[in-house]
């Protein structure tokens, strides 16, 4: 390979026979370019004014985060009006930073919808970008000529990776989808750790961003890097430098992050959570697998055993070709029935965390990506068109299924998923309406955004107050002569106040200290790495 001059364009050589035609690539074409890809993305879907699947649960997060969003409250932990009005920790246990400039357009009069469109543009344009920034910079390490051009094709390839367009399109699964703009950097970080022994600051960036968009892609990302961190111990202890540039990004991740990890700590503690309870609300791993295929314990046992000795054993002996190969058909293996995913459910129940095991096809985006954008680098752009004039028309054909915006109810059932994060001593876990409404008949209560007016409230029948609220830590409840009052849990997993002096009180979700302090460590820990990391550069 022939070392890449440094120049801002570079001029691309097509391997077609033919030298004398070129293409000329610079950050502005592909800026464009995959900015006009996001466009074109979701004219299908906009057209329809439709939703599928995760959308209404996601369009709804942005909506009561609009709701709750202010200047006295720039950080919502519970989402007042949903669920029916009980309320619900989303802002706890799905991270919502990376949602708020989008509850800014709604507040400022854009509809939810829109709103919602432009979100989904705006993670599909940073994927491309991301993965086109990340490659660019292995493929100038290992200095292979034509970078740009080979970058671009191989962050086309990761665009439309088939898992990642189903994630972003179909699913709508906002969290899971922001992902795949991390995803690079932290490859990039892993690469320039293990073979440049830098500190690979890209791996701290990559995993922040991850925790703040989806929790179980950080469980997946994480076990991948344990694996990944154990093949390679050997080389690890002949260079302990890895692990100690590792150990800064692991630590410089962590303090950034405590706002997220500490309040759902705390949370847990406080109160059982419907998922805390053991019970599979999406059923068992095994039974979500992909393609359909099982098998039993035993052969699952020996089939994984023996397919993962064999494949790492083979891992060691071919080139990158063959590795990426490895790594994307042994990501999807892990995702059938024939990986032990019985065997592992039982024996560790905390598994089922996962929910599904495809969500695992994540981790073959960018071994898909460099082996498809390798396969086409020698081939004239016709091809490349093709691949994508087949994904619009896929993207076109499957538009139809999605359900009119108007049928879904953005702050009911849809509102909490199933229900992992309601309290578990709730009677039963799934309310409606009518459930609220007879809580707020048989107490006499009238609301008025965050005050409660009670009928009888000299009613002697009551001992106690139950308040159609999810029961969860950091509620202030005062009456209008400022006495505050303690609460407990209720029979059906509500606010329940013992017997009061008022009959108006006032309710806010005002937070706990862990909270406030972990975000306003997590603030002053992200831009003092920041700092750090410029002042570093620079020297």
């Known amino acids: 390979m022939k070392e890449k001059n440094n120049e801002k364009e570079t001029n691309i050589i097509k391997n077609d026979g033919d030298l004398d035609k070129k293409i000329i690539i610079n950050n502005k074409c592909v800026l464009l370019l995959f900015a006009a890809l996001s466009l074109v993305f979701y004219v299908f879907v906009f057209m329809n004014q439709g939703l599928i699947d995760d959308g209404a649960f996601h369009i709804g997060r942005l909506k009561a985060l609009a709701y709750d969003l202010s200047f006295s409250n720039i950080k919502p932990w519970i989402y007042t009006q949903t669920y029916y009005g009980v309320g619900y920790p989303l802002g706890i246990f799905y991270p919502d930073i990376f949602l708020v400039p989008f509850a800014i357009l709604v507040k400022l009069g854009i509809s939810e919808y829109v709103s919602f469109m432009i979100m989904l543009v705006f993670i599909n344009f940073f994927s491309g970008i991301s993965a086109y920034y990340c490659v660019k910079k292995v493929l100038k390490y290992e200095k292979y000529d034509d970078v740009e051009y080979k970058a671009l094709v191989i962050a086309l390839m990761y665009f439309i990776y088939p898992y990642r367009i189903w994630d972003v399109f179909f699913r709508m699964a906002i969290g899971e989808s922001m992902s795949f703009i991390f995803i690079p950097l932290i490859i990039l970080g892993v690469y320039e750790i293990f073979k440049r022994n830098k500190l690979g600051v890209s791996l701290f960036f990559g995993m922040t961003g991850i925790i703040y968009s989806h929790i179980l892609s950080v469980v997946i990302v994480a076990s991948v890097l344990i694996v990944y961190y154990l093949l390679n111990f050997r080389r690890i202890i002949k260079n302990p430098k890895i692990l100690v540039n590792t150990m800064i990004n692991a630590c410089f991740t962590v303090i950034s992050t405590l706002m997220v990890t500490l309040p759902i700590l705390e949370m847990q503690s406080f109160t059982k959570l419907y998922y805390q309870t053991g019970k599979k609300t ?144 709730e009677e039963y876990f799934f309310l409606d309406k009518h459930t609220v409404d007879e809580i707020k008949f048989e107490y006499g209560i009238l609301r008025k955004d965050n005050t409660y007016t009670f009928a009888d409230s000299m009613n002697e029948d009551h001992s106690s107050y139950v308040l159609p609220l999810g029961y969860y830590k950091g509620y202030e409840i005062k009456d209008s002569k400022n006495n505050k009052y303690d609460y407990k849990i209720s029979e059906n997993g509500f606010i329940e106040i013992e017997k009061k002096d008022d009959n108006i009180i006032t309710v806010n979700y005002v937070g706990t200290m862990v909270q406030k302090i972990s975000m306003i460590i997590s603030i002053i820990a992200f831009v003092s790495i920041m700092i750090l990391i410029i002042k570093r550069k620079k020297d």
């Open 282 to 425: 999406f059923g068992w791993l095994k039974d979500n697998v992909l393609f359909g295929i099982k098998g039993g314990d035993a052969t699952s046992i020996v089939v994984t055993v023996i397919l993962s000795v064999a494949l790492w054993k083979l891992s060691t002996k071919v080139g990158l070709k063959g590795k990426l190969g490895i790594a994307l058909g042994y990501s999807i293996f892990i995702c059938t029935g024939l990986f032990i995913w019985g065997p592992l459910e039982r024996l560790f129940s905390f598994v089922n965390i996962l929910q599904f095991p495809w969500r695992l096809l994540v981790i073959g985006a960018m071994p898909f990506a460099m082996l498809v954008g390798m396969a086409t680098f020698d081939k004239k752009p016709i091809y490349i068109a093709t691949i994508g004039m087949l994904w619009l028309a896929t993207v076109f054909m499957c538009s139809t299924a999605y359900i009119p915006i108007d049928d879904v109810n953005l702050f009911g059932d849809y509102s909490v998923g199933r229900g992992e994060y309601l309290t578990a001593d």
